[in-house]
């Protein structure tokens, strides 16, 4: 989802330089996003909002062969992503969700926010595992230093937040009142060849509002780690705009 957000941001700046006239806001709903913008977002800031069932982000226009990155901001500035990261609105319901969860499970800057990369970016166990480990070692270490620290963990994989629950309990808290993403296909591993296309996994509405809470909740934290830190593990879009949402909140 987050790396989609970035690409749409991305797009966005470029659709302002070539066509600064109207205020265009390009949704693919595809795979990847599977739901319409306005389940997110609210509609408060474009004059025109195109969505499409592929896998463009941008209009066809005279600049449409220029490639929008998927992982990365463009180089258009920080204080210039984040005006354009401001325009995303979320919807009054997952603003009334991120709100009531951060009250009840006590978010705030002094709680650490931990992010579990599992389905989409994941495929081999060991590499998982591995990940997992490293960042359970890391947990070990602050609380040796910090015995009454709070952590906020999330995933889109409950028996991977579970995991750590189970381990460090009381220390860690997470949003668990949620759909989880599952495996269509249970024997066959969460993602195939193209990482793009090639996805075991079925993402609604539903799942794609709770992601948006789950990132929201993160920026509420001093988010600091994640098992997609650990070097090959794959994109980190979803802690990298965690982060962004951190800095203009």
């Known amino acids: 989802m987050a790396c989609r957000m970035i690409a749409i941001i991305n797009a966005r700046y470029l659709i302002d330089l070539f066509k600064p006239e109207q205020s265009i806001l390009v949704w693919p709903k595809n795979l990847n996003l599977s739901c319409s ?3 997110l977002f609210a509609l408060n800031f474009f004059d025109e909002l195109v969505e499409t069932d592929e896998q463009a982000i941008l209009p066809p226009f005279e600049h449409s062969e220029i490639i929008v990155s998927f992982s990365d901001p463009l180089d258009m500035g920080e204080e210039k992503f984040r005006y354009y990261a401001r325009q995303f609105t979320p919807t009054d319901l997952i603003s009334q969700k991120v709100f009531t969860t951060c009250s009840e499970l006590r978010l705030n800057k002094s709680v650490i926010g931990i992010h579990i990369r599992r389905t989409d970016m994941v495929n081999e166990e060991a590499l998982f595992t591995a990940s997992l480990n490293l960042l359970k070692d890391r947990i070990r270490d602050i609380l040796e230093d910090h015995s ?4 906020f963990v999330c995933s889109d994989d409950k028996k991977s937040e579970d995991d750590l629950i189970k381990e460090f309990s009381p220390h860690i808290v ?11 296909n249970p024997e066959a591993e969460w ?14 509405v539903s ?5 948006l809470v789950d990132l929201l909740c993160l920026a509420a934290t001093d988010f600091q780690l994640s098992n997609s830190d650990i070097p090959s593990n794959g994109l980190r879009c979803f802690s990298a705009f965690a982060k962004i949402c951190r800095a203009i909140s």
Do not use: C, P
Request: glycine fraction near 2%; proline fraction near 0%.
């Open 37 to 39: 913008y306005e389940d």
């Open 148 to 151: 009454s620290q709070r952590f």
């Open 174 to 184: 997470a949003h668990q009142d949620k759909e989880y993403l599952i495996k269509m």
């Open 191 to 204: 993602r195939g060849a193209d990482v793009l296309t090639d996805l075991n996994l079925f993402r609604s």
């Open 207 to 211: 799942h794609q509002a709770n992601a």
